[in-house]
């Protein structure tokens, strides 16, 4: 039977579909999970290691020993602030780095052989008894290659200029320009003593499960001061990022999934009806309904095995052709992908079939032998509600399966309930209210509007069909477009890259008129007072670690305003008025949580030997991926006016403006330069490979969207090439028929074109602020763009589809029916 019905062209829709579903499964999950792999050991460069810990006390060596013996590499580093003295009593606060021999594990370090000449990749860190400089260094200490410099009691040659660092990132240890030196020579400066504040780092790199096997091991020992970092932790704007690019990967695959099983269950109910007069025939010569369900359940197991394992092969070469097509766009080279892809190709294609493809099959066997003599009997194979409430339980499983995310799948199912809901009512009132209209019309819109009447219900269900399908088209753009545009609005090409610290009140405007003179973007200066919380809710907090989230006491910088800071969000309590002297702060969410804090609590402080109490009255969102200067505590005004307080504020300098800072720091000794730029270089870049990712992904899923759309319409075009045929028959021009059908279709895509916008609109919404934690914005482009796509998309598949009818004879066509 397989074989006459492939000869026949029977099985060519339901065939091509479960290819297309299995290959589109199988390819976006093998490309996504191959590019998150990619990506993610990209950002492992971030951290110089997979996994890193931290600790202000050197770690025990039986950690480095447990690690080489599950072949993990380590490495280790420290950094500190230091002077660094050269000839002539030049000296400079610098920040020192001490790196081992195997750092760093991952990504590049950089050096160049003048000050700012073209950088290269150095195998590994400077040799014992030498160092490198920044190369802003070489000018502040007037010193050249080869000259000598002294840190603590230590004298070492000037090596190289170190460029760039792939774990450099902000912090009290990163303050000055960089001299990066190696471990060993650490014990001859004599810098490091008991109570110095330094930042020791145990770096570990290798395989995944290795390194999730030793971490297992190794966080029960972490003492009190010691953490773990991974890239989301280390580095929180990159984590950010990955993690939302992560979340549009997984709803891209799961999208996949819904295409797939709607293709399938398109592809089963067309061969279902097609084969109903076979069947009866089947019966009036004595076949039973066991062996009738028999012979078609083995069919389709066959065909299941032979299409699926065909649309794997095409899935591997899909995912494999993208990266062969994008490998210089992509960070790093991915490895295999596993069997998982596969298997959830295999799962999802069995899954529809017996969900999709098997009720209405299994129906056939009730068809009635009197339909071989009495065509007009109605079929017995049309799918009933529980049809669809198996068919749509199975959809959410398999989403959830793939994705791990019960949010993810509970938003993409909202806006799959809200199609069908709002669909079925409005299409089935709409469709049924052109009857009226239609007695009214001329010959064209009759035809048409006589034909979405009289398949009122199946137009309904289509309707629905086109709708879920350009629904989830267009929530991957909405969020595409939305992660893109937030990564360049928080990294614009005038972003800040450098911080400024410890400006005193009497250097404000001499700073400020420096900045101006030399055309520099600068955010507003922040005022700032260092403190210490000691208790909440007149409790004293311990001084160290107590394991639950860091709740300890702990150095931290104030600052006060009249207004909420730009780029925070009150999420809790309200902001005081301007000129208020009440005692009270607002708190940055993520502290808030750390120390157990909530609107109306009292927190303990300690500012200049003095103590402070005061209540808090609102909790914050920061924005940390702008770049802008932020606190974890901001007080009114007046609350702070007594204690001495600094300033400081961030600006953005341009790579050939760097010689600026050399003039900056001459005239203001006393002012802290942290350099951002190479991190916000490196941030850029993993966004820039996050969003053609992103890009490639969208693209896949927008073809497979197609498809359906193909497939929808494919299913209902045999009766109305029937239909037309007859028309055809009885004199009806081509421009009859083509106007009648443009029209049908075209008002077929305008209801599913709207209904897929409002659905959109929802699913975004839950999206980005259940599961991406983005802010959401109505987007008014999104509707004339869903209703056109709708219209056009539907209008020209329907056409072409339908082309047979006017360019082959009526009786060719009716007899292939």
């Known amino acids: 039977m397989l074989a006459r019905d492939w000869r026949g062209g029977e099985l060519g829709v339901l065939v091509a579909a479960l290819i297309l579903a299995v290959a589109v499964v199988t390819g976006i999950s093998a490309f996504t999970s191959r590019l998150q792999a ?31 013996s599950l072949a993990i590499d380590t490495a280790q580093t420290l950094s500190f602030p230091s002077m660094v003295f050269a000839a002539d009593d030049n000296m400079f606060l610098a920040s020192i780095k001490a790196v081992s021999e195997h750092y760093p594990l991952r990504g590049e370090l950089r050096y160049s052989e003048q000050a700012f000449a073209e950088a290269q990749p150095a195998a590994q860190g400077p040799e014992s008894g030498s160092v490198w400089l920044d190369s802003r260094l070489f000018a502040l200490l007037d010193v050249s290659i080869g000259d000598s410099v002294s840190v603590g009691e230590a004298t070492f040659q000037v090596a190289a200029a170190v460029r760039s660092e792939p774990d450099q990132s902000p912090s009290i240890y990163n303050m000055g320009p960089r001299v990066l030196m190696h471990f060993s020579d650490i014990a001859a400066t004599e810098v490091v003593q008991p109570g110095s504040r330094v930042e020791y780092r145990q770096l570990f790199a290798g395989e995944a499960r ?46 996949a999934v819904v295409l797939a099983g709607v293709a399938i269950a398109l592809a089963a109910r067309r061969f279902s009806e097609r084969h109903t007069d076979y069947v009866a025939i089947m019966k009036s010569l004595g076949a039973s309904s066991g062996a009738i369900n028999r012979l078609y359940g083995s069919s389709l197991l066959l065909l299941g095995l032979a299409a699926t394992t065909l649309g794997c092969a095409l899935g591997w070469l899909m995912q494999a052709g993208f990266f062969a097509i994008f490998a210089e766009h992509l960070p790093v080279l991915p490895g295999p992908s596993g069997i998982r892809p596969y ?79 709002l669909g ?42 086109f709708a879920m399908a350009i629904m989830l088209l267009l929530v991957l753009v909405l969020l595409r477009t939305s992660l893109i545009d937030e990564w360049q609005a928080q990294l614009p090409p005038d972003a800040p890259n450098h911080f400024m610290l410890n400006i005193a009140p009497e250097q404000l405007q001499s700073v400020t008129d420096m900045l101006r003179s030399h055309s520099i973007p600068s955010e507003a ?48 309590g309200q902001w005081w008025e301007t000129g208020s002297t009440a005692a009270e702060v607002s708190l940055e969410e993520e502290f808030a949580e750390r120390l157990g804090l909530a609107v109306g609590d009292t927190v303990g ?8 109490e005061v209540k808090v009255s609102s909790i914050r969102k920061l924005d940390w991926q702008s770049f802008r200067p932020n606190f974890f505590m901001v007080f009114p005004p007046k609350v702070l006016a007594d204690y001495p307080a600094t300033f400081m504020t961030s600006f953005h300098l341009d790579a050939e403006q760097k010689s600026f800072l050399n003039q900056l720091i001459r005239t203001f000794p006393t002012i802290t330069v942290i350099e951002m730029d190479l991190l916000v270089e490196q941030v850029r870049a993993i966004i820039d490979q996050v969003s053609a990712a992103i890009e490639l992904v969208l693209a896949v ?114 007899r292939e029916l």
């Not at 972490?222 to 990159?238: A, C, E, H, N, T």
């Not at 300890?552 to 780029?567: E, I």
């Open 343 to 421: 298997a959830i190709g295999f799962t999802t294609a069995f899954t529809c079939l017996l969900c999709f493809a098997w009720p209405p099959l299994r129906r056939l066997a009730q068809a009635s032998p009197l339909r071989v003599l009495r065509r007009d009997m109605p079929h017995e194979n049309r799918r009933s509600l529980g049809d669809y409430l198996l068919g749509l339980l199975a959809v959410a499983a398999l989403m959830f399966w793939y994705s791990g995310d019960w949010r993810l799948s509970l938003a993409v199912l909202l806006g799959l309930a809200i199609t069908i809901v």
């Open 605 to 612: 402080l300690l500012i200049a030997a003095e103590a402070l």
């Open 210 to 255: 290795l390194i999730q096997r030793f971490v297992t091991w190794l966080e029960p020992q972490l003492q009190p001061g010691q953490r773990l970092l991974d890239v989301k932790q280390g580095q929180p704007g990159i984590g950010s990022a990955l993690q939302r690019a992560e979340s549009f990967l997984l709803l891209a695959g799961s999208l």
């Open 38 to 68: 990619a990506l993610e050991q990209e950002s492992h460069r971030f951290l110089a290691a997979d996994v890193v810990v931290t600790s202000a006390a050197e770690m025990p060596a039986s950690w480095r020993q447990e690690a080489q």
């Open 525 to 572: 200066l922040y005022p700032m007072v260092s403190g210490r919380v000691m208790s909440v809710n007149g409790e004293d907090l311990p001084q160290t670690d107590d394991k639950q989230q860091g709740r300890r006491q702990r150095g931290a910088n104030f600052t006060w305003a009249d207004s909420l800071p730009a780029g925070n969000e009150l999420l809790a």
């Open 424 to 465: 079925l009512g409005l299409a089935l009132s709409l469709l049924r209210g052109g009857r009226l209209l239609g007695m009214s019309a001329g010959s064209i819109w009759r035809l048409a509007l006589a034909g979405l009447q009289r398949r009122g219900s199946a137009n309904a269900l289509q309707v629905v069909i």
């Open 701 to 814: 899923i927008l073809a497979a969207g197609a498809l359906v759309l193909v497939a929808g319409v494919q299913a209902s075009v045999d009766m109305r090439m029937q239909e037309s045929s007859i028309l055809r028959a009885l004199g009806a021009g081509r421009r009859l028929i083509l106007g009648g059908l443009a029209i049908e279709f075209a008002t077929m895509g305008l209801f599913a074109g709207l209904l897929a916008t409002i659905a959109a609109e929802f699913s975004v919404f839950a999206l980005q602020v259940w599961v991406m934690e983005m802010s959401y914005a109505p987007t008014p482009w999104l509707w004339p763009l869903g209703i056109a796509l709708g219209v056009l998309l539907i209008t020209g598949l329907g056409l072409y589809s339908c082309r047979k009818v006017v360019s082959s004879p009526p009786l060719a066509v009716l």
